[in-house]
């Protein structure tokens, strides 16, 4: 587990085909966490976790893999799509319609960032400065892949310029390492 900030952690492993997974713990005593990605099922150290929320940046199976039947998981209507790549589980619910996302001491803005799937979203937590960007924008300004099914370059680049916009100070996207930006 690599320290990404205070109680934000990354679990990362080498395969390609798997994203980072962050867990985030609760400040408030409780030693609750939560989850954003889960990774595709075989990503070291998430089975041993009980998190009491999963936040899903899109439905992609290498990213909602992990979610176990009684994990409460969150993942944008967009994404509950049929696809072969595409895979909500089963028991998923969709996110709030106010896109916020307040759990414990968190505060989760939810920002729709379609273009690598209909359903993608970042995840900002405007207090610590971090943005997850799931597979919409990676380090060194990257843009994840849009040749999937139901992928769009026109609308992920217009994701990458709200993204950008933002005032974010750490850049935490769902495969390889993250990127801090001052
Ligand atoms: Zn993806």
């Known amino acids: 587990m690599e320290p990404i900030f205070q109680g934000i952690l990354l679990l990362r492993d080498g395969r390609d085909l798997c994203s ?3 867990v985030v713990r609760a400040r408030d ?3 609750k966490i939560l989850l954003v990605d889960s990774g595709d099922g075989k990503l ?3 089975a041993g976790l009980e998190p009491e929320l ?3 940046t899109h439905g992609h199976f290498d990213h909602t893999g992990g979610v176990k039947k009684r994990w409460r998981a969150l993942l944008h209507e967009g994404d509950f ?3 072969r790549f595409i895979r909500a589980p089963a028991h998923a619910e969709k996110y709030p319609l106010e896109m916020r996302v307040r759990w414990r001491d968190w505060n989760f803005e939810i920002i729709h960032t379609p273009g690598h799937t209909p359903g993608s979203v970042s995840i900002f937590e405007r207090k610590s400065g971090v ?3 799931g597979d919409t924008l990676f380090s060194e300004g990257i843009l994840g892949r849009t040749d999937l099914g139901f992928g769009s370059q026109e609308q992920i680049e217009q994701s990458r310029d709200d993204l950008l916009a933002l005032d974010y100070s ?3 996207p769902g495969h390889d390492g993250i990127e801090r930006r001052r």
């Open 54 to 56: 999963v936040l899903l």
């Open 29 to 31: 005593g409780s030693e």
């Open 170 to 172: 750490v850049l935490c």
């Open 131 to 133: 943005l997850f960007s």
């Open 81 to 83: 799509l049929g696809d």
């Open 44 to 46: 070291e150290g998430v």
């Open 20 to 22: 980072n997974a962050y």
